[in-house]
C-alpha cells in the first residue's frame, strides 16, 4: 500500500481566502497587470524541490515527502518517500504520452496514458496534466488573452479576472502589489466549481540573474464526481528547498528488472486512493 505508511500526524488541509466579490471596471492598468501574470515567468525552465506533500480524498488521507522534478512543457517525476525513516515508496514518472508508477515496496510496475483518469487513479486529482505540473513550479500560465475576460472583481487586496474558456471559465486571482497569480479556479458551464489552486508563502528567489517571486505551498482541490467517490479531493505541497534551472536534471526512467506489470488504463483506483 504505496501510501498508507505515510501517515496522518500534523495533517493539514486546504485553506481558502475569501475570494474578491466587489465588481469594478477594466482599466488598462488592469489589462497590463492581467498579460504581465498570465505570462507566467517564461525564464523558469525546470524545477529540482524536495516537498511535504499531504493527500486527502473522501476515503483516505496521507502525509508523504517527495522530491518533485520538473522540465516545463515536458516531464516530470515525482520519488515519493513515507514513514518515520522515509524509505522510497514509489517512483512516478510523467510524460506528454505515458505514466510509469513503480511501486518499490511490492516492485510493480503500472504503465498507461498520461491523461486525466489516470491522474486522478494515482493522486486524487484529474486537474490534466499541464495544469498539474505548472502548480508543482508554482507559475501557471493562462493562455486565454486579456479579450476573454468578462468581468473584474476586488477585494481583501486582490483582483479576479472571470475569464471565458471552451469548457466554461476561470476566475485568475492576482496580487496586484505582488503581481502574483494567488488563485486559479476553473468552473464548468453551469459555473460549478471544479478545479481550485491556490498559492501561498512567496517568497523572492534569484534565477539567472533575475529575481522572481514565488510561492513555496500550492494548495490543489478537485471536486470529483467521476471515476473516484464524490467529494473534495485535496493536495498540499509545502516546498522545504527547491533550485529552479538547475544545470543538470535527470528524469530518465530506467525500466525496474523482474516488476510485474500491469496496464494503468484498465486498473481502478490505486489502493491509496
Known sequence: MLLLCGGCAEFRTVERPVMPAEQIALLQEHGALYREVADALPFIASLDGYADVWIKT?????????????????????????????????????????LY????LNNRLFLGS?????????LGLNSGYQLMTDSLLGVVKVTEPLSAVTSVKQGGGRLSF???????????????????????????RQGVITTEVHFKSFETLSIGGRSALLPKEIDMVLHSSGALASGEHQLVIVY???????????????MPKKARVFNLDDAGAMPWM
Not at 522510497?88 to 510524460?95: G, L, S
Not at 471552451?166 to 496580487?175: N, W
Open 114 to 122: 498520461n491523461n486525466t483518469k489516470n491522474l486522478e487513479k494515482i
Open 240 to 254: 522545504d528547498e527547491r533550485l529552479f534551472n538547475p544545470p543538470s536534471l535527470s528524469l530518465k526512467f530506467s
Open 162 to 188: 472571470t475569464v471565458d474558456t471552451p469548457t466554461g471559465s476561470k476566475e485568475v486571482v492576482i496580487d496586484p502589489s505582488q503581481r502574483t497569480l494567488t488563485a486559479l479556479l476553473l468552473k464548468d
Open 101 to 104: 508508477v513503480h511501486d518499490l
Open 58 to 98: 473522501p476515503k483516505q488521507q496521507h502525509r508523504v515527502f517527495c522530491n518533485i522534478r520538473i522540465n516545463r512543457d515536458h516531464e516530470a517525476r515525482m520519488l515519493v518517500s513515507a514513514g518515520l525513516l522515509g524509505w522510497p515508496v514509489a517512483d512516478m514518472v510523467f510524460t506528454k504520452d505515458s
